[in-house]
């Protein structure tokens, strides 16, 4: 099944090329049945390759997808065209404020990570949309700084600075072959990593978490909060193959201190071409988290926030 999305958005033609079904409003509504609605509330300062990464996952399952793209309400892109974000991004107080509820939220990162969450510019609105997803919202999913602000905000969990940069491709090993969310998983994968923060493994399971991935490397990965109907994950499988090489770059060009990317370039050489290792389980993930949504959010959307606690009570 597509993906719903509005047909002048720019993922759409580039998800359009790659063989993605993916629908227009137009024909969805022509259509009897009820899509996932799923929210993308999106942190970070590419806008347009964020959204199409997201959408490229959540659009290659056999359910149909509703996409609806959130931003911070005050908070103002300096790296995308204004007319974009009028165009297809709707700010999260007029969400708030309709008082429609969603079957799955993403909230992304942001590369703010060398800042105090009590720091950030928008921390009062994001904690206030944290405690939002628990009566509208069915699934919620973080990722990267995104994954570990809810963490905090939930659980009061710190996130501890890096004396480098971790950035790379590391081995995560599977902890809960047993868990639905890996369902169809290796016993261990390869995972972009980007980031000079990290949560320690010890301090995430005092607070009652579920580690379900992690790196002898660079630690936990994949965190599951069954209280919150919530996922957290700190890498990026949803990382095009040349991410992690444009983030490179763009520190070399800019003089910026950087090793090169750990197991991304073939014998780790930058003049090479990089090989995408982690596609199949960047779409497994995301489409076990699509199918248990499905499984278990009420078909009255109204009633989202007003039943069980946990995905699988």
Sequence with gaps: MPIKMPADLPAYHVLTREGVMVMSEDQAARQDIRPLRIGLLNLMPKKIQTETQFARLIGATPLQIELNLIRMSEHRAKNTAAEHMQSFYRPFSEVEESGEKFDGLIITGAPIEHLAFDEVTYWDELRRVFDWTQTHVHATFGVCWGGMAMINHFHGVEKHMLDHKAFGCFRHRNMAPASPLLRGFSDDC??????????????????????????????????EDTGHRALYIFNHLEYDSDTLKQEYDRDIAAGTPINVPCNYYPEDDPTRTPLNRWRSHAHLLYGNWLSEIYETTPYDLARIGLESTDLRG
């Design 190 to 223: 390869v995972i972009p990593v980007s980031r000079w923060t990290e949560m320690r493994k010890d301090e995430i399971a005092a607070a009652g978490l579920t580690v379900l991935l992690h790196s002898d490397e660079v630690g936990p990965c994949l965190v």
